[in-house]
């Protein structure tokens, strides 16, 4: 989660903007493996401790939780975000003592990333590095030079940066599978009461971390929020299964990751446009500025939804707390402690500021993802609030480009209501799985999800297509690159059998047709599921064959004595995608509920999360 601290470069002990010295070195970290680390266990505590560390480690800002500690008074930091730190120092000798002083570091609070170090030197007396006629005369050469070093040195990883731990230790941790070294007393070993479960101390250290940033979420999301009908606290969940499992069922979740398209071209564009050529450090300052409220915009879309969801809740005195909405898969029933306290299927995850993932239950996952689309689209004109994060970084954007090149949003009657936005369009990748499942399969399925509608979306406008957001899921619980494939095959087919991934509005569109209760010919056609059975026993096997189904469906009007109908312009693939979401689709008309050009501030600490030190200037 990006800090507030990189609003500007900062030198250490100052307040004032520090320009960059005309000679010294660039040091740039990039953490390898942040996904894998933050999901490699089983609990949402372990996700969101995981997260949280890793922003911590690249903290610059905080001196008890952070690394301020690490960073010296001649240090000017200009790059402070979740994974990624970039700073500039006088000399070689103190760039060196830099880095050895904060990998010890990272080896020693999460020993499973790895760091992969670049030094830039620069000026009058700087040494040329391999393959380099000469030095980069000034900081910003020396920027742009960075990451080929980077890459550079991430091709050159050894075996020496791989953490060599002691196996000398018989308990084995449940997480990880490494040498237990402490005890978490909250939870039980294998289900057996009074056995404290073995855990390794960097997992005990993420957990804490875990408990303090949820707490601080729970406030700084939920603060304000209302329900459909009474007043009960809300809280999020730290364990999958409080995500709206239904016990004795076979339940489900979704894992939802929401990535931005094109962020290193937009930073890259902002910062030659923002920069003055003639201040040293300035292209890097505006960039770290636009950063800070992206990470704003993600941290701002992640307490829409979780409000979005909090105001769909009735929690009547008389019953338990449900979520009801359209669809074969309502209501839902939500998790209530002892102590009334209701528990919200859904729980963000923000890793690195400019990405979001969504644990939630699968029946929501669909209906979330209109919800943020739709959030992302509003027109910042209607919303007003300078505070909201989307007009902060539309008028930031605006004002670098001239106001031209902003991207046009069609109202919901089609052209009737366009606006222009610059807030950028995001990928979406949506996978499910069973409750229980490591989380890091669903993340990496997920992620490869998105990859592949983003790669749908770049080919789209490469044919001259407008921008939009691009949405991609999967059902399958398997190897990413089996899904891959499967996927590949059924857009070969003829006629193809997915509609797979699906443009933004094409998304839109897709569930207003297919799963929408009152549009005609849908799935769920007032509330109808009775023709579930006949989709999946003889539609659906008549459609992948590649079949015409106009037989059938006149043989099924005459069993039945009604007219079979399907959606409206319905395709194959379209249909085949529909009827697999079919028991899973929830729709609580999340933007009934929570109005998305509602304006929404950026919280108490500035970019909308909990821990920031302030707003972006």
Same mark, same amino acid.
């Given at each position: 989660?990006?800090?507030?601290?990189?609003?500007? %470069?900062?030198?250490?002990?100052?307040?004032?903007?520090?320009?960059? =010295?005309?000679?010294?070195?660039?040091?740039?970290?990039?953490?390898?493996?942040?996904?894998?680390? &933050?999901? *490699?266990?089983?609990?949402?505590?372990?996700?969101?401790?995981?997260?949280?560390?890793?922003?911590?480690?690249? /903290?610059?800002? /905080?001196?008890?939780?952070?690394?301020?500690?690490?960073?010296?008074?001649?240090?000017?930091?200009?790059?402070?975000?979740?994974?990624?730190?970039?700073?500039?120092?006088?000399?070689?000798?103190?760039?060196?003592?830099?880095?050895?002083?904060?990998? #010890?570091?990272?080896?020693?609070?999460?020993?499973?990333?790895?760091?992969?170090?670049?030094?830039?030197?620069?000026?009058?007396?700087?040494? %040329?590095?391999?393959?380099?006629?000469?030095?980069?005369?000034? &900081?910003?050469?020396?920027?742009?030079?960075?990451?080929?070093?980077?890459?550079?040195?991430?091709?050159?990883?050894?075996?020496?940066?791989?953490?060599?731990?002691?196996?000398?230790?018989?308990?084995?941790?449940?997480?990880?599978?490494?040498?237990?070294?402490?005890?978490?007393?909250?939870?039980?070993?294998?289900?057996?009461?009074?056995?404290?479960?073995?855990?390794?101390? /960097?997992?005990?250290?993420?957990?804490?971390?875990? #408990?303090?940033?949820?707490?601080?979420?729970?406030?700084?999301?939920?603060?304000?929020?209302?329900?459909?009908?009474?007043?009960?606290?809300?809280?999020?969940?730290?364990?999958?299964?409080?995500?709206?499992?239904?016990?004795?069922?076979?339940?489900?979740?979704?894992?939802?990751?929401?990535?931005?398209?094109?962020?290193?071209?937009?930073?890259?564009?902002?910062?030659?446009?923002?920069?003055? +050529?003639?201040?040293?450090?300035?292209?890097?300052?505006?960039?770290?500025?636009?950063?800070?409220?992206?990470?704003?915009?993600?941290?701002?879309?992640?307490?829409?939804?979780?409000?979005?969801?909090?105001?769909?809740?009735?929690?009547?005195?008389?019953? =338990?707390?449900?979520?009801?909405?359209?669809?074969?898969?309502?209501?839902?029933?939500?998790?209530?402690?002892?102590?009334?306290?209701?528990?919200?299927?859904?729980?963000?995850?923000?890793?690195?500021?400019?990405?979001?993932?969504?644990?939630?239950?699968?029946?929501?996952?669909?209906?979330?993802?209109?919800?943020?689309?739709?959030?992302?689209?509003?027109?910042?004109?209607?919303?007003?609030?300078?505070?909201?994060?989307?007009?902060?970084?539309?008028?930031?954007?605006?004002?670098?480009?001239?106001?031209?090149?902003?991207?046009?949003?069609?109202?919901?009657?089609?052209?009737?209501?366009?606006?222009?936005?610059?807030? +950028?369009?995001?990928?979406?990748?949506?996978?499910?799985? +069973? $409750?229980?499942?490591?989380? *890091?399969?669903?993340?990496?399925?997920?992620?490869?999800?998105?990859?592949?509608?983003?790669?749908?979306? &770049?080919?789209?406008?490469?044919?001259?297509?407008?921008?939009?957001?691009?949405?991609?899921?999967?059902?399958?619980?398997?190897? $990413?690159?089996?899904?891959?494939?499967?996927?590949?095959?059924?857009?070969?087919?003829?006629?193809?059998?997915?509609?797979? %991934?699906?443009?933004?509005?094409?998304?839109?569109?897709?569930? /207003?047709?297919?799963?929408?209760?009152?549009?005609?010919?849908?799935?769920?056609?007032?509330?109808?599921?009775?023709?579930? *059975?006949?989709?999946?026993?003889?539609?659906?096997?008549?459609?992948?064959?590649?079949?015409?189904?106009?037989?059938?469906?006149?043989?099924?009007?005459?069993?039945?004595?009604?007219?079979?109908?399907?959606?409206?312009?319905?395709?194959?693939?379209?249909?085949?995608?529909?009827?697999?979401?079919?028991?899973?689709?929830?729709?609580?008309?999340?933007?009934?509920?929570?109005?998305?050009?509602?304006?929404?501030?950026?919280?108490?600490?500035? &970019?909308?999360? +909990?821990?920031?030190?302030?707003?972006?200037?």
């Amino acid at each position: 989660m990006t800090r507030a601290s990189e609003q500007r %470069p900062r030198r250490r002990g100052t307040t004032a903007p520090a320009r960059p =010295p005309a000679r010294g070195v660039v040091v740039g970290v990039d953490l390898r493996g942040i996904q894998a680390y &933050v999901y *490699s266990g089983r609990r949402i505590l372990d996700a969101v401790g995981r997260a949280a560390l890793v922003a911590e480690l690249t /903290d610059t800002s /905080d001196r008890r939780h952070g690394i301020a500690d690490l960073v010296p008074e001649d240090c000017v930091v200009l790059r402070d975000a979740g994974g990624a730190l970039t700073v500039v120092l006088p000399d070689a000798a103190a760039a060196r003592a830099f880095t050895a002083r904060y990998t #010890r570091l990272l080896r020693d609070r999460a020993g499973d990333l790895t760091p992969v170090v670049a030094h830039v030197a620069y000026g009058p007396d700087a040494p %040329p590095g391999e393959a380099e006629a000469q030095a980069p005369r000034g &900081v910003d050469e020396a920027l742009e030079r960075l990451p080929a070093r980077l890459r550079a040195a991430r091709r050159r990883m050894s075996a020496l940066h791989t953490p060599a731990h002691g196996y000398g230790i018989t308990a084995v941790c449940s997480v990880g599978g490494g040498p237990a070294e402490s005890v978490d007393s909250s939870r039980a070993q294998d289900e057996r009461a009074g056995v404290p479960e073995r855990v390794a101390a /960097d997992v005990a250290r993420a957990r804490g971390i875990g #408990r303090r940033w949820h707490r601080a979420h729970s406030a700084a999301w939920l603060a304000g929020a209302a329900t459909a009908t009474g007043r009960p606290p809300l809280e999020l969940p730290m364990e999958v299964d409080l995500l709206g499992r239904d016990h004795g069922d076979l339940s489900r979740i979704a894992v939802v990751h929401i990535d931005v398209n094109g962020l290193g071209v937009i930073l890259g564009e902002y910062r030659d446009r923002a920069g003055d +050529p003639e201040v040293p450090g300035s292209g890097a300052a505006a960039q770290r500025r636009l950063s800070t409220r992206i990470a704003g915009l993600t941290e701002g879309l992640a307490r829409a939804l979780v409000r979005a969801v909090a105001a769909t809740v009735r929690a009547d005195p008389d019953g =338990p707390a449900t979520l009801p909405g359209a669809g074969a898969a309502a209501p839902l029933t939500l998790h209530r402690s002892p102590a009334g306290t209701v528990r919200l299927p859904v729980r963000p995850i923000v890793v690195a500021g400019d990405d979001l993932t969504v644990l939630c239950d699968a029946r929501l996952a669909l209906s979330l993802t209109r919800y943020a689309l739709a959030w992302l689209d509003a027109d910042p004109e209607r919303i007003g609030a300078a505070e909201d994060p989307r007009v902060a970084l539309h008028r930031a954007l605006s004002s670098a480009h001239g106001g031209a090149g902003a991207r046009t949003v069609a109202g919901a009657d089609g052209a009737d209501g366009a606006h222009t936005t610059f807030v +950028p369009t995001v990928g979406v990748g949506i996978a499910v799985q +069973p $409750v229980g499942a490591p989380l *890091s399969l669903g993340y990496d399925l997920c992620e490869a999800m998105c990859r592949r509608a983003k790669d749908q979306r &770049v080919a789209l406008m490469e044919g001259g297509a407008p921008d939009d957001h691009a949405v991609a899921w999967t059902t399958r619980f398997d190897g $990413v690159d089996r899904v891959l494939r499967r996927l590949d095959r059924a857009r070969a087919a003829a006629p193809p059998r997915t509609a797979l %991934p699906l443009t933004g509005t094409a998304f839109a569109d897709f569930l /207003d047709r297919y799963l929408s209760v009152g549009a005609p010919g849908s799935l769920l056609a007032d509330g109808d599921t009775r023709n579930r *059975s006949w989709l999946v026993s003889s539609l659906v096997p008549l459609l992948e064959s590649g079949g015409d189904p106009s037989d059938e469906l006149l043989r099924r009007s005459r069993v039945t004595g009604a007219r079979a109908e399907l959606p409206r312009d319905w395709t194959p693939g379209a249909l085949l995608d529909a009827v697999e979401v079919l028991d899973l689709h929830l729709d609580p008309d999340l933007t009934a509920a929570l109005e998305p050009h509602r304006p929404h501030d950026r919280g108490r600490t500035g &970019v909308g999360g +909990p821990l920031s030190r302030g707003a972006p200037a």
